[in-house]
């Protein structure tokens, strides 16, 4: 009978917290549908841990959309458009020169770009009076750094051309 006892006693010693149910419950965190966006430039940050709904660039694989929960990355971008949809519904469009996009855990999206200007402060007949510079140099017999400088710049001014139209 005294070993009967020694149970008893010791189940009534055991802690509170073993002998009451567990009254609450854990949900899961809410996945959030935003991204937080980061667009740095060397003299400057336009977006600074923004919450936006998307981002399209325009990687060297392909263009590429970015939501939510992306699958971490890095991809270097090509010059071409970068559209930003932010939570209000708009958008914002920015050229960029090349740079990179890295999708970090936690819905977190940083580019770093040498350049980017919003599409709206270019002009169609200057870049178009630009292309023809550029095909002339490109085409001359200049120096062959001139010749390799120029077909760069066709192809950035290509991409804005397109990218404007």
Same mark, same amino acid.
């Given at each position: 009978?005294? #070993?009967? +006892?020694?149970?008893? =006693? ?5 802690? $509170?917290?073993? %002998? +009451?149910?567990?009254?609450? +419950? ?17 003299? @400057? #940050?336009?977006?600074?841990? @923004?919450? /936006?709904?998307?981002? &399209? ?11 939510? &929960? ?5 991809? @270097? ?13 708009? %958008?914002?469009?920015?050229?960029? #020169?090349?740079?990179?996009? /890295?999708?970090?855990?936690g819905s977190q999206l940083s580019? &770093?770009? /040498?350049?980017?200007?919003?599409? *709206?402060?270019?002009?169609? *007949? =200057?870049? +178009?009076?630009?292309?023809? *510079? $550029? ?8 120096s062959e750094q001139d010749i ?6 066709? *192809? /950035?001014?290509?991409?804005? @051309?397109?990218?404007?139209?």
């Amino acid at each position: 009978m005294s #070993s009967l +006892r020694i149970a008893r =006693a010791a189940l009534r010693a055991r802690p $509170a917290a073993i %002998s +009451r149910p567990i009254l609450r +419950r854990g949900y899961a965190d809410v996945a959030s549908d935003k991204i937080k966006l980061s667009l740095a430039l060397p003299h @400057q #940050s336009i977006y600074k841990s @923004q919450d /936006v709904v998307q981002v &399209n660039l325009p990687a060297e694989t392909g263009e590429m959309g970015v939501l939510a &929960n992306h699958v971490p990355s890095i991809e @270097q971008l090509k010059p071409g458009l970068v559209e930003i949809i932010e939570e209000s519904g708009g %958008s914002k469009q920015f050229f960029l #020169s090349g740079g990179f996009a /890295v999708v970090q855990p936690g819905s977190q999206l940083s580019i &770093n770009a /040498v350049e980017a200007y919003p599409l *709206e402060d270019f002009s169609s *007949e =200057a870049v +178009r009076n630009q292309i023809g *510079e $550029a095909q002339k140099i490109a085409g001359g017999s200049g120096s062959e750094q001139d010749i390799a400088e120029a077909k760069i710049e066709l *192809e /950035v001014l290509e991409s804005l @051309q397109a990218a404007m139209k």
